[in-house]
């Protein structure tokens, strides 16, 4: 989890404001996950940090709405 956090830091992911009087602050959580080899044995252990974008309300908390979409090309 460290090395997300510092990742994110690294990568300028956020910047620090202040709260606005008026703003519903989002919470976040840690997702967690085991990728396994072909074989079975352990490959590696991952974690992602995720917003809790269920408490979120359109035209209040946000006005676009983002979401990572791979790019399927042909090799």
């Not at 996950?33 to 995720?50: E, H, I, W």
């Amino acid at each position: 989890m460290n090395e997300g956090l510092a990742a994110l830091e690294e990568n300028d992911t956020w910047d620090m404001v202040d709260r606005p009087t008026n703003a519903t602050i989002i919470g976040s959580r840690w997702v967690y996950s085991v990728k396994m080899k072909a074989d079975g044995s352990l490959d590696q252990y991952k974690a992602r940090l995720v917003a809790q974008g269920y408490k979120q309300e359109y035209g209040i908390d946000y006005e676009e709405n983002f979401a990572p979409v791979p790019k399927m090309t042909p090799k």
